[in-house]
């Protein structure tokens, strides 16, 4: 009895050991991964937890771009059964009002992880996760918001879906500020994976990226997509530029390419449409470069404004090279070259002009060195070096032929002319504050340099708005505003040959004239209609200025009926020495000390009949003191002064030539050859 007892106790303790070992291979052998991944979710370790990216807002504050915080569903393949299919797929298909087969379809389908839903709404994932089965999880899944569509979207830029880095324009260039520092959270769960609580002690919030705040004006934006637009389809143009910019601090308004794209679909657009054209493309840019090549001459006292050239009734040959003008004069002044936009005209001032100074001053405006604008892929452009002009490079340069300019060069160089002579570096953002709204970086005015002084901006003002009342931007004029601005049409290369049917057409404006807030490039690529800057970018300038002054009356406060009489280019020159300057709007605004011109630093005091010492001066400075004793010159070679042949101290005799022989140090050659 005893014996059969001990014996059946025997048997049961080894049946239950054998389904322990059972058990146990099922769960270590059969169903490890299964349990495997069970207690992963149950585990309290950190999970790493998103931070947001910052915020992009316009200057009055208007959101850009922003990050909207979404939820992805997963199902975890390698746990599901039939049941929990069912259940997974009825949950989805109530919410999102797709067939059920359609979620047992992309489970049965899929390998391991596989997505139910991305990057759906708060409200919708709530309902969902009131379901709980096991293997069904969700993360969390930023989206990139542009409430306005394709505004700015070239300043803006967009970043990879996948990972959130900034691809393109200020989503890039300022991708580190943007970024935030991810955080990670410890979750005590319980057996189904659910969270109970937090260790607040373990875990590190994450820290949102910071807030940047353009320049950008969305209404100035705004007003300059519109028209850029519809004037790219009036005219039937390839394509079309505009960019807006305060020639008093560097400040970018507004900044456009047409066509456009969607930076929240950026993959639905081709590459062409996605590139900046205003910072990345260069272009020859025809008369716009008149106003640069003239103030060179204005500053040097190399002309009078009153002084008549003739025009050759617009037909002229250099060294056997055709020189036309669109507008035929048969003589003009200095004035009304500009006005005329005679091409003929300044192919014979530009003459006056020594090749290394119109090399120097050129470099000078910028041309041939990227502005270093906060954006990225700004191309640099091309001047051509002294040494290798040919008989007619100078020529050809002055109306803005053999040099490649992009439009952000362009117009940031027209705000030196019209400024009071300083280059600038233009750029698009204002401020960076981080997550508690401290500022951690501002935008602000930064000189490059002064390039000509206030006399000659006041001059080259003066002929810009003669340019928009007399010449050829007569469809730029506003009613009650005075603008001031210069046309250019160059002719497009098309297979390494200069197309005869295609053209870049190109304007920039200013206003108002007497104390310019605003400078505009408008350049439309290849119009079918049109085709010169007065006839297709001067209009479309018009309609930007006008709706600007519209919506901003801070912009030209003391606006009224313009009076337009012969004498009205002159009547603003008087009122420009005589108003009192604007309050500046900030600091920013406050004038830069400017630095003497050359006729000022070379004023020659006491007997003026006497040659002067030039020897070791750089030629820009010799040719200002030799313009100035009206002493004519020839220059040979290039660098300082080396050797002169009227004597230092000899009396200047009428009709003298002065022979200045120029060699450049070595450590220059070096320098000019980077």
Known sequence: ??????????????????????????????????????????????????????????????????????????????????QKVSEISSAFSKVFGKPKEFYKKLIDEGVNNVCLEKKISMDKALELRKVVVDGLFSQEDFTR?????SLASHVLGFVNKNDMRGIEGVEKFYDKNLTGIDGNYVYERDVMGRILSVDEKQSQAPIPGNTVTLTINKTYQKILEEELAAGQQKYGGVSAVGIIMNPNT????????????????????????????????????????????MSILFENNLVKENEVIDTENGTYRLKNVPILDTHKHDKLTVREVLEQSSNIGMAKLSARIPDEMLYKYLRDFGFSNATAVDLPGEADGFLKNPANFSAISKAFM???????????????????????????????????????????F?????????????????????????????????????????????????????????????????????????????????????????????????????E??????????????????IERKQNLVDQLMADLKTAPKPVAKSYRDAPEKKTESFHQRFSIDGNKNVVPNLVNQSVRDAVAQLNQLGVQYRINGIGKVVWQSLEPGSQITQGSVCVLKCEQSIKKSLTSSN
């Open 1 to 82: 009895m005893i014996n059969s007892r001990a014996l059946i106790m025997t048997a049961g303790l080894l049946l239950m050991f054998l389904l322990l070992v059972a058990k146990l291979f099922t769960i270590q052998i059969t169903n490890h991964e299964y349990f495997s991944l069970v207690a992963e979710r149950q585990q309290n370790k950190p999970q790493t937890v998103k931070a947001e990216r910052g915020i992009i807002k316009d200057c009055n504050g208007e959101v850009l771009s922003y990050t909207r915080d979404n939820i992805s569903f997963y199902a975890d393949r390698r746990m599901m059964t039939q």
């Open 145 to 149: 918001v542009y409430p306005y569509g």
């Open 398 to 440: 002055s109306f803005g032929y053999e040099v490649a300019v992009t439009p952000l060069q362009l117009i940031t160089a027209y705000c030196a002319v019209i400024n009071g002579g300083t280059l600038l570096k233009p750029y698009v953002v204002k401020s960076i504050t981080d997550n508690n709204g401290k500022t951690i």
């Open 544 to 561: 930007v200025a006008k709706r600007m002054l519209q919506a901003d009356l801070n912009l030209a406060p003391n606006r009224k009926k």
């Open 250 to 293: 560097g400040e970018i308004y507004a900044l456009a390419n047409s066509p456009d794209y969607d930076p929240a679909n950026y993959d639905l657009f081709p590459a062409e449409a996605r590139k900046d054209r205003a910072i990345t493309d260069t272009y020859e840019p025809g008369s716009t470069m008149k106003p640069m090549v």
């Open 442 to 542: 501002e935008g602000q005015t930064e000189k490059i340099r002064t390039v000509i002084s206030k006399q000659t901006s006041d001059e080259l003002k003066k002929l810009m708005v003669g340019v928009v009342e007399n010449g050829t931007g007569k469809e730029a004029q506003l009613d009650n505003v005075l603008v001031g601005g210069k046309t250019g049409t160059s002719q497009r290369l098309v297979n390494n040959n200069y197309s005869g049917s295609q053209h870049n057409s190109t304007f920039v404006g200013f206003f108002p004239a007497d104390h310019p807030q605003v400078v505009c490039l408008i350049e439309v690529s290849a119009p079918k209609i049109g085709q010169y800057g007065g006839l297709v970018s001067a209009p479309i300038f018009h």
